[in-house]
């Protein structure tokens, strides 16, 4: 049968539900907390080290996201840890507690079809953790303007505009992760564990992982020359399936504005470079497009695998 109307019909209206419910509730509002407070602590810490330590610098703003003061980490390595937990934390329920509740049925009896509702749901998690991202971010500029007293430059503010970018794009793997298990298991708890473990896998054991990998497809990583260069191209594509990696890349690219090159580098690509100068914002946005690529195809292609799953359950009332 061909569908009537519009495939999105509803989608707006799933989306405003989901995105109230996240924002106004409690879960929400104890992860906002978590976030805010070691971020904006760590972020404290770098500007008191800058203060003390650091005279003039073009890139100060940058800094505040990128230096570490013990016993904190700095502000991207938390926010690395901390918003996979917040995206799974906002959809490991988003299906099966629908069927758990049996709501799932009542909510498909409305002119609403089930892709819509699935699509709801993942952009609604995604607009409330975008709404927390941005609230942050603007929160470390304005404490950078209050306590380093500049203003940053326009180049600071789209490397920093780019990470936010990235940032939301590294949540929305996780998320659709989530989704992709909560249609998967009927247990919330199951779910979450899955998920849980995912990121585990990804965020500790990824490193020792791929270097095994890559020795048994491209053989031993040193030769009677050195390095071998076929291992570290295989070792560096098998790493970056892993969204942490491709991320952290990001990062990198974007807030240490000197970083020329993700990948092995030659002795021959070297000649004629200024070693230690920044890049232009603009070849480190080229620089980094694979990478931000990457975590949004990933995305798409989980939550595709999640759509398909969704529509071949039999649901009940």
Known sequence: ?????????????VLAKEAADYLSGARMWLLEALVFLTALAAVYAAILSIRASIGESPFLFLRLLTMAQDPLPSFIALLGFLIPLVAIALAFDSINGEFNRRTLSRVLAQPIYRDALLL??????????SI???SLWLLVVGLGLLLLGLPPSTEEMLRMLGFLVATIAYGGVWLA?????SVLFRAPATAALAALGTWLVFSLFWSIIAPIVASLIAGPPEGI????????????II?????????AETALALLQPATRALGPVLLSQLEGAV????LPVTQSFVLIWPQLTGLVAATILIFAIAYMLFQRQEIRA
């Open 1 to 13: 049968m061909r569908r009537r109307g519009s495939p999105f019909t509803g989608v707006g209206v």
């Open 120 to 129: 709801g749901k993942f952009l609604g998690a995604l607009l409330s953790l």
């Open 132 to 134: 927390a991202l941005l």
């Open 177 to 181: 992760l989530a989704l992709l298990f």
């Open 225 to 236: 020359l050195g390095p071998r260069l076929a291992y570290l191209n295989t070792e560096q």
């Open 239 to 247: 790493d970056r399936l892993a969204p942490n990696t491709l991320y």
């Open 275 to 278: 070693l230690g100068a920044p």
